[in-house]
C-alpha cells in the first residue's frame, strides 16, 4: 500500500467513525438489539473480501477453501442478520394495529 | 482499470451510501425497517459488482459458500426466538470476526512476501482482533444459552495470566510485522489470540453480559475495518468502522447504565465482589399480598407501571403481562411500561421482548422519561427485576452498586414486587425496597402469577 493509499484510506476511516457518531447516537433504546443486529449484517460485507479469497485469481487452494469458510460465516451474517432485524422492527412497526383493539376496548368499557 | 472495475467500485460507493442512510433511519421505528431494505440493496448492489470485477476464476467455492451459509442464515433467520436473540447475536459476532481472521490469514498465506509494513500492520490487527472475538464470542453465546456456566470463571493471579497472554499476542505481532518471514510468529500471535479472548470473557458475569456483547461487537467491526484496510477497500472500511462505533457506543451507554468503567466489567468479576460486601443487611419484614388484594390495587388504580426484569423473560411472561396490562387498560387505568437500559442480555433486548408480546412501543418509557412520573403512580408492579430498581443504588453511598442510575419505583405510592421466592436473586444483593412500607411481595412464578391477577382483575 503506498503512502496515499493509505491517506486516503484513513480519511474514510475518521469521516467514518465520525458519521457513524453522529448517526448511531440518535437511534432510541427502543431499538439498540436491532441496530446492533443490523450492524452486524452490515459488517457482513467482509463477504466481499470472502468472495475474492474464495474464487478470485491468483489465489491457491488452501486461500480457495479458507475463502470458502468466510464466504460461508459471512454470508450467514447477511442472511440471517438481515432477517432477524427485519422481523424484529416489523414488531415495531404494528404499532397501529395492537393498538386499536385496545382502543376499542376501552369503548366497549364505557 | 477495466470497465468492470470501475462497476465493482462503484457498486461499492453505492453501497457505503445505503449503509449510511439504513443506520440514519434506524433513528426512528416507523422508517427503520425501509432503511434496513435499502442497505439490503447495498449489499447485494456490492456482491454482484465483486462477482462481476474481481476476476473470478473459481466459482465452485464461491458458489457453495454462499449456498450453505444462505441456508443456515435463513434458518437462523426463521428460527431463532426473541429471547434466544443476545446469543444469536453473539454467535454472528463469532462468524463475523472469523470471517475477518479468515480473510486476513488467506492474504498472509498469498501474499506475505509482497506486502508493505503498513498492509502487514493492519494485516495484524485485522486477524488479531478476528481471532479473539471470534472465541470471546463463543464463549458469550456459550454462556448466554446456558452451554457453559453463567457464572464467572475466577482464579488466582488470573489478571497476570491474561496480562502476559496479552503481552505474548502483542510482541509475536511486533514481531511479525517487523521480520514477515517469521511464519511462526503469524502463527503464534493467531493461537495466543484465540486464547485471549477466551480468557477475557470467562471471568464476566451474566448480568454483564450487555458490556460485553457490545464490546465484541465493536471488535467485530474494527476487524472489518482493518480487513478493509488490508484489501484497500473503502466500503469495508465504511461498514467495519460503523458497526465497531456501534458497539463502542453501546458499550459506553451500557457502562453509564450500571455506573462501571470499561476496565471494571472486563477485569473485575462483578459477582465474586458481592459476596463479600452483600453482608449489609436491610433489615425488616417483608409483607406479602395476596393475589385478590394485588388485583384489586391494580383495578382501581389511575396509574400503574410495569418494571420489567430479566426475570420476567425466564419466566416467559411478556404475553401474561401484556394480557394483565390491556385488562387494566380497558378499565381505563393508564399502563405503562419502564425499562432500565440494562433489563436484560443486551442492549435494548427487553424492548425486544415485548414488542414481539404485542406491547406497543409507544407504552414503553426509557428510564430518565419515566422515573419523574414514578411519583404519581399508583402502582409500580416490579417482575423478575432486582437491581435495577434497588434505591441503595442512590441512598447508599456504601453499597456495592451505589451511583447506578436505577428506576425509582420506592417513589411510587405503592410497588407490589412479583418474586420467586424470599432468596436475593441474581446478583446476591439486599435490596432495601423489598422492605419498605410501601412494597408489598407477591411469591411465586411470574408468568402465573400475572395470569391469575388477570383473571382476579376481571373479577373485581
Known sequence: MNPAVLIASVYVFALAAFLGYQVISRVPPLL??????????????????????????????????????????????????????????KMFGKRKEAAKPSAANKEAAK | MSLTSY??????????????????????????????????????????????????????????????GSIIGAWMAVSVPMTAMPQRTALSHAFGALAAALVGIGEFVTKANEMGAITRGALGFE??????????????????????????????????????????????????????????????????????????????????????????????????????????????????????????????????????????VLFGGFGAVIAEAGAGNAGGVMREISLDDAAMQLAFANRVVFVPGYGLATAQAQHACRELGELLESRGVTVKYAIHPVAGRMPGHMNVLLAEANVPYSSLYEMEQINPEFPSTDVA????????????????PKSIIAGMPILEVDRARSVIVLKRGQGRGFSGLENPLFFKPCTTMLYGDAKSSLSHLAQAVQHV
Request: hydrophobic share 55%.
Open chain 1, 32 to 89: 439498540h438489539t436491532p441496530l446492533m443486529s443490523a450492524t452486524n449484517a452490515i459488517s457482513g460485507i467482509s463477504l466481499i473480501g470472502s468472495i475474492v479469497l474464495a474464487g478470485a485469481k491468483g489465489y491457491p487452494l488452501p486461500a480457495h477453501i479458507l475463502g470458502f469458510v468466510a464466504v460461508t460465516t459471512a454470508t450467514i451474517n447477511v442472511v440471517g442478520g438481515f432477517g432477524i432485524t427485519d422481523r424484529m422492527l
Open chain 2, 7 to 68: 462497476f465493482m467500485e462503484a457498486t461499492y460507493l453505492v453501497a457505503s451510501i445505503l449503509f449510511i442512510l439504513s443506520l440514519k433511519m434506524m433513528s426512528h421505528p416507523e422508517t427503520a425497517r425501509k432503511g434496513m431494505f435499502l442497505a439490503e440493496g447495498g449489499m447485494f448492489a456490492a456482491v454482484i459488482g465483486t462477482l462481476v470485477g474481481a476476476h473470478i476464476v473459481t466459482w465452485v467455492w464461491i458458489i457453495a459458500g454462499l449456498t450453505v
Open chain 2, 127 to 264: 486477524v488479531m482482533l478476528g481471532a479473539l472475538t471470534t472465541t470471546g464470542s463463543l464463549i458469550a453465546a456459550g454462556k448466554l444459552q446456558g452451554v457453559i456456566a453463567g457464572k464467572p470463571v475466577q482464579f488466582r493471579g488470573q489478571n497476570v495470566l491474561n496480562l502476559l497472554i496479552g503481552l505474548g499476542m502483542v510482541s509475536s505481532f511486533v514481531f511479525f510485522w517487523i521480520h514477515p518471514e517469521t511464519v511462526v510468529a503469524f502463527y503464534s500471535m493467531l493461537a495466543l489470540a484465540f486464547v485471549f479472548g477466551v480468557m477475557l470473557v470467562i471471568p464476566i458475569g451474566s448480568a454483564d453480559m450487555p458490556v460485553v456483547m457490545s464490546l465484541l461487537n465493536s471488535y467485530a467491526g474494527l476487524a472489518a475495518a482493518a480487513t478493509g484496510f488490508v484489501l484497500g477497500n473503502n466500503v469495508l472500511i465504511i461498514a467495519g468502522t460503523l458497526d465497531g462505533f456501534s458497539g463502542f457506543i453501546l458499550s459506553v451507554l451500557m457502562c453509564k447504565a450500571m455506573n462501571r468503567s470499561i476496565t471494571n
Open chain 2, 381 to 396: 408492579v416490579v417482575i423478575g427485576a432486582n437491581d435495577v430498581v434497588n434505591p441503595d443504588a442512590r441512598d447508599n
